[in-house]
């Protein structure tokens, strides 16, 4: 198949969460699988310098209408694998900086010009291109237009683009609303502006797009599809959602085992596997050194990676912080994001620094450290569409104790509840409910062959991206 993906992230060239790791594993898995794969990123200034991006060539000088105003675009092409080629849409007055949605205190006040722009320059150079996709694939609020306005430009240009296309949710929680100022920047008709099409209480949506005009829609994990359906996760789409069930799935994310593999892992400085675990003590030797505690510390080490927001349940574990001071275990988060939290932890980390360390920023090379060195991973997000640090800490042999809901409920099962198949533990995402959890997971260390046992059964788990790309594939199928 000819399948196109679009969206604001790609690992490696730009990323801020996990929507980054999806794309970048699934468009890399499809092009091994000997599809023909396309994948259009923003040329941000990291993805432009980016060394794999080196021998990136020019294709097309584009033209996008925007309102009454035509703006112009730099299409390069650069193929970093057999069957994939990247393609950066560059305008530097759009992409030209570090951070692809907001410089930390707020988002760009330009980000729906941004992604409208985006979203019409790939349909362009689809066109300029001649693709002739099967798929057209878009992630997110950010390229949630695309499939509406391909259709769109079909009908101008009298062309088919692409045969169908499929929008996936990566959280909800961000839709890409604006101000109704922006919808003209759109050129979509103005009937389009109402309740079945983008608009939503006066504002424009861009994610409802998405969800309205694809002709399939999924989201990243089986219980996510069910809970955005409801009020409780849906974030006001819910009934939006609710009109597309016939044509919605969630399929589950995998692990890239080029990046997350113990024992091939480079940014840990040993290596393992389940069969001899003796480089994991090795870095969790390193991990205490490098958050200054003793290296010689007996006790567990519980570790957790994340933005810094609500959705990852930051509070339930300050909530909790008297837990990891007191007790006779370490606690190293790596995370950056909302201000308060950062500062909260900080503040956390600076009392009890023989306890308590914070690397507030993001790091690569210490997210593997940390899942490689702890042992347990702290998850207990209030939602999570999927969740990819749960499973990497299965992978790497580090217990996940995470809240019921999401992802986390379709890839993780109680230790206590499911003695014979348990991988890590499981609680609401609640504060009591999680100190009830962590306070098992001490009785569970000190246990050191149950523990031994739930922990060999994470590692065991198969969460193969070639597994998660064969359910896109027959879906995509399905609907061709
Ligand atoms: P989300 O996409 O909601 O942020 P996921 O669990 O799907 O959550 O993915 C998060 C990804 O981002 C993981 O690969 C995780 O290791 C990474 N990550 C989050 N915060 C940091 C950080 N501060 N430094 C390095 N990697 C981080
Ligand atoms: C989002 C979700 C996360 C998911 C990721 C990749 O950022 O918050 O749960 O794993 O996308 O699909």
Redesign the pocket.
């Known amino acids: 198949m000819k399948i196109v993906h679009a969206a604001s992230e790609l690992f490696p060239y730009m990323?801020?969460?996990?929507?980054?790791?999806?794309v970048g594993a699934l468009t890399v898995t499809f092009a091994e699988m000997g599809h023909e794969v396309s994948v259009f990123l923003p040329g941000y200034r990291g993805a432009l310098s980016h060394p794999l991006a080196a021998g990136a060539e020019r294709r097309f000088r584009i033209k996008v209408e925007m309102g009454d105003e035509s703006l112009s675009g730099d299409v390069f092409a650069f193929s970093p694998s057999k069957n994939l080629t990247v393609f950066l849409v560059v305008r530097d007055e759009f992409y030209d900086r570090r951070f692809p949605y907001g410089n930390g205190e707020r988002d760009y006040e330009d980000n729906s010009d941004r992604f409208i722009f985006f979203c019409k320059a790939v349909v362009e150079t689809m066109r300029l291109a001649d693709l002739g996709a099967d798929i057209v694939h878009a992630h997110d609020w950010q390229t949630a237009l695309l499939p509406l306005l391909l259709r769109e430009a079909e009908r101008r240009f009298g062309v088919t683009l692409a045969m169908k296309t499929v929008f996936t949710i990566?959280?909800i929680a961000f839709q890409g609303l604006f101000s109704a100022a922006c919808y003209p920047r759109t050129n979509l008709p103005d009937e389009l502006f109402s309740m079945d099409g983008l608009e939503y209480y006066g504002q424009v949506n861009f994610m409802k797009a998405g969800i309205l005009f694809a002709d399939r829609v999924t989201t990243v994990s089986p219980r996510y599809a069910k809970e955005i359906q409801t009020p409780e996760f849906g974030c006001g789409l819910e009934g939006v959602v609710q009109t597309r069930v016939d044509d919605l799935s969630g399929l589950i994310?995998g692990v890239d085992p080029a990046v997350w593999n113990p024992v091939t892992d480079k940014l840990i400085p040993a290596r393992y596997s389940a069969s001899n675990l003796s480089g994991k003590r090795t870095c969790r030797e390193e991990l205490l050194r490098q958050c200054g505690f003793d290296a010689d510390f007996q006790g567990p080490v519980f570790g957790m990676?994340?933005?810094l927001t609500e959705?990852?349940g930051v509070d339930l574990v300050l909530a909790n912080a008297d837990f990891f001071t007191t007790g006779a275990c370490r606690f190293v988060v790596?995370?950056?994001g909302d201000r308060r939290m950062e500062a909260a932890l900080g503040k956390l980390a600076s009392a009890w620094p023989d306890k308590v360390y914070l690397?507030p920023?993001?790091?690569?090379a210490?997210?593997h450290l940390i899942?490689a060195g702890c042992d347990y991973f702290v998850?207990p997000s209030l939602f999570?569409?999927?969740?990819?640090?749960?499973m990497?800490s299965q992978v790497y042999g580090t217990v996940p104790i995470v809240s019921r809901v999401g992802g986390l409920f379709d890839t993780v099962r109680d230790a206590d509840e499911d003695q014979a198949s348990g991988t890590g533990l499981m609680c609401a995402p609640t504060a009591p409910e999680l100190r009830d959890a962590l306070e098992r997971a001490l009785r569970l260390f000190a246990n050191r062959s149950c523990y031994a046992a739930v922990q060999q059964r994470g590692m065991a788990r198969d969460f193969s991206w070639r597994t998660a790309a064969a359910a896109y594939e027959a879906l995509y199928r399905d609907a061709l």
Do not use: F, V, W
């Open positions: 990323k801020t969460g996990g929507l980054a790791d999806a990566h959280n994310n990676i994340c933005r959705q990852k790596l995370g950056a690397c920023k993001h790091d690569e210490m997210s899942e998850m999570e569409p999927c969740g990819l640090n749960q990497y």
